[in-house]
């Protein structure tokens, strides 16, 4: 399964410490060989000031070797930055925690920096000291020190590029702490910012590149950097399928990143059980998001494919179901490996079978039971029992009956009203009408070839630290 492993493809787009969980999942899953990851984690545990890490790695790599003097030049100048930076810092924390301080602080930050200049002589330069430790901590591999010290110099900071640099920091520190709720809050901030974006505003270091580009690479990072949130917070997959079937989004990952189908394709398919049994509590884009999914699948094969994708074409498109069945064995093994979808297998596998039985019911009034255990990959008893329960457990149990003397099911469905057809294959028409409509009154004259000659390299957003 190594062929089909994103994390090369994704990392590029991630700051250097988020990808040290991907890598060390790659030493768990054995995918490829251990001492090529363990160099490949060396290799970012350099750009950091987590010495002590970067050495435990080079004693791996080269056991028995003299550790080299270098890494203790770098252990002490990271202690004597520390010790400077925490001082400067915490001169300007005694004055904000002051409770009289507190009190006095307005959601004004102008006012704020008057009043803290006036009454502590404390200016703007020295309330940067708190992202320079927030920085430097967050290098240090101190994740939850570094998300206090920039969530304290954003409440009073004017600097919009250090604030958003400090966001995104803020945001990979609650991730890699497993903050997800303040995770997720910090994700739709950014998300806002991004799409609330005006041509003078600058995410990204280079500033001489077109706006609109510009504006692309920064909700590519986002895509990769909100997999994290959405596969690990409670409501991730629903909120994922919201976020990236917008017209916004699902344009980036067409034009950037078409890589990102694959757990697109995962979410839809991980929220259809619940979404189809629970449908007034769902959004209508999720409720039918397999079938804006499997539209973008289609127009973007091109570009990218893996069983998984391969499995809703095959079960949508082709109405193949021994192909699909052939691909669902393979996309088991693809989420099993995938950093992001490994704590879903189970839940893939019965939400896959649940969209099998739902399109082999559709087209088939009588079904044998033994047949469709085989099409699940269940053995006969495992079907029967799967079958049992997921007609108890959806709406399949209005329609469908089992007849356990012959073995199979029989479908009693009513003919769906010539209306009610027009209404589902126009559903929505109107809603993206109006958003063609707004997409073309916002955008500018002359900018309607900006990616013509858009740069191969992609950009990276100013986070606290660098990936490269």
């Given at each position: 399964?190594?062929?089909?492993?994103?994390?090369?493809?994704?990392?590029?787009?991630?700051?250097?410490?988020?990808?040290?969980?991907?890598?060390?999942?790659?030493?768990?899953?054995?995918?490829?060989?251990?001492?090529?990851?363990?160099?490949?984690?060396?290799?970012?545990?350099?750009?950091?000031?987590?010495?002590?890490?970067?050495?435990?790695?080079?004693?791996?790599?080269?056991?028995?070797?003299?550790?080299?003097?270098?890494?203790?030049?770098?252990?002490?100048?990271?202690?004597?930055?520390?010790?400077?930076?925490?001082?400067?810092?915490?001169?300007?924390?005694?004055?904000?925690?002051?409770?009289?301080?507190?009190?006095?602080?307005?959601?004004?930050?102008?006012?704020?920096?008057?009043?803290?200049?006036?009454?502590?002589?404390?200016?703007?330069?020295?309330?940067?000291?708190?992202?320079?430790?927030?920085?430097?901590?967050?290098?240090?591999?101190?994740?939850?020190?570094?998300?206090?010290?920039?969530?304290?110099?954003?409440?009073?900071?004017?600097?919009?590029?250090?604030?958003?640099?400090?966001?995104?920091?803020?945001?990979?520190?609650?991730?890699?702490?497993?903050?997800?709720?303040?995770?997720?809050?910090?994700?739709?901030?950014?998300?806002e910012s991004i799409d609330a974006r005006t041509p003078s505003t600058s995410?990204?270091?280079?500033?001489?590149?077109?706006?609109?580009?510009?504006?692309?690479?920064?909700?590519?990072?986002?895509?990769?950097?909100?997999?994290?949130?959405?596969?690990?917070?409670?409501?991730?997959?629903?909120?994922?399928?919201?976020?990236?079937?917008?017209?916004?989004?699902?344009?980036?990952?067409?034009?950037?990143?078409?890589?990102?189908?694959?757990?697109?394709?995962?979410?839809?398919?991980?929220?259809?059980?619940?979404?189809?049994?629970?449908?007034?509590?769902?959004?209508?884009?999720?409720?039918?998001?397999?079938?804006?999914?499997?539209?973008?699948?289609?127009?973007?094969?091109?570009?990218?494919?893996?069983?998984?994708?391969?499995?809703?074409?095959?079960?949508?498109?082709?109405?193949?179901?021994?192909?699909?069945?052939?691909?669902?064995?393979?996309?088991?093994?693809?989420?099993?490996?995938?950093?992001?979808?490994?704590?879903?297998?189970?839940?893939?596998?019965?939400?896959?079978?649940?969209?099998?039985?739902?399109?082999?019911?559709?087209?088939?009034?009588?079904?044998?039971?033994?047949?469709?255990?085989?099409?699940?990959?269940?053995?006969?008893?495992?079907?029967?029992?799967?079958?049992?329960?997921?007609?108890?457990?959806?709406?399949?149990?209005?329609?469908?009956?089992?007849?356990?003397?012959?073995?199979?099911?029989?479908?009693?469905?009513?003919?769906?009203?010539?209306?009610?057809?027009?209404?589902?294959?126009?559903?929505?028409?109107?809603?993206?009408?109006?958003?063609?409509?707004?997409?073309?009154?916002?955008?500018?004259?002359?900018?309607?070839?900006?990616?013509?000659?858009?740069?191969?390299?992609?950009?990276?957003?100013?986070?606290?630290?660098?990936?490269?």
């Amino acid at each position: 399964m190594a062929e089909y492993d994103l994390t090369k493809t994704i990392i590029p787009y991630l700051d250097r410490h988020l990808a040290f969980p991907l890598l060390a999942h790659l030493v768990d899953s054995g995918l490829f060989p251990v001492d090529d990851v363990h160099s490949a984690q060396y290799e970012l545990a350099q750009g950091t000031n987590m010495v002590d890490y970067a050495v435990s790695l080079f004693e791996q790599l080269h056991p028995g070797e003299q550790i080299p003097a270098e890494f203790s030049a770098k252990r002490e100048k990271a202690v004597s930055t520390n010790e400077r930076l925490q001082q400067e810092a915490q001169a300007v924390l005694d004055v904000i925690e002051n409770p009289d301080v507190a009190q006095a602080l307005r959601q004004d930050k102008m006012q704020n920096l008057q009043y803290l200049k006036e009454h502590y002589n404390l200016t703007l330069e020295q309330i940067r000291a708190l992202y320079n430790f927030g920085q430097f901590q967050y290098t240090y591999g101190n994740y939850s020190g570094a998300a206090d010290y920039l969530y304290h110099f954003r409440v009073l900071s004017t600097d919009n590029d250090l604030n958003t640099s400090a966001s995104w920091g803020k945001l990979a520190s609650d991730i890699l702490t497993g903050k997800w709720d303040q995770a997720l809050e910090e994700l739709n901030a950014l998300r806002e910012s991004i799409d609330a974006r005006t041509p003078s505003t600058s995410f990204l270091v280079n500033t001489n590149e077109p706006s609109a580009l510009s504006q692309l690479h920064s909700r590519t990072w986002l895509l990769h950097w909100s997999l994290f949130v959405y596969f690990n917070h409670p409501q991730g997959r629903i909120l994922l399928l919201e976020t990236f079937l917008t017209p916004t989004y699902l344009s980036t990952i067409q034009t950037s990143s078409p890589w990102i189908l694959r757990y697109l394709a995962t979410a839809s398919i991980l929220s259809r059980k619940t979404s189809s049994s629970s449908s007034q509590s769902t959004s209508t884009r999720v409720r039918h998001s397999i079938r804006e999914v499997v539209k973008t699948i289609q127009m973007e094969e091109y570009q990218y494919q893996d069983p998984i994708t391969k499995f809703l074409r095959e079960l949508y498109v082709e109405f193949d179901f021994e192909a699909a069945q052939k691909e669902l064995k393979e996309a088991e093994k693809i989420v099993g490996d995938d950093f992001f979808l490994s704590e879903f297998r189970e839940e893939f596998l019965d939400n896959a079978r649940y969209l099998i039985s739902e399109a082999y019911c559709r087209i088939h009034h009588r079904i044998d039971i033994g047949d469709l255990s085989e099409r699940l990959n269940l053995s006969r008893d495992e079907g029967e029992k799967w079958i049992v329960n997921l007609i108890r457990e959806t709406r399949m149990g209005a329609d469908a009956r089992i007849d356990l003397e012959k073995n199979v099911i029989e479908i009693n469905r009513s003919p769906l009203p010539i209306y009610q057809s027009v209404i589902e294959k126009t559903r929505g028409l109107a809603f993206r009408t109006q958003a063609l409509g707004a997409a073309m009154a916002r955008t500018p004259a002359g900018t309607a070839g900006q990616f013509d000659n858009a740069p191969e390299e992609q950009q990276q957003p100013a986070v606290v630290e660098g990936a490269r």
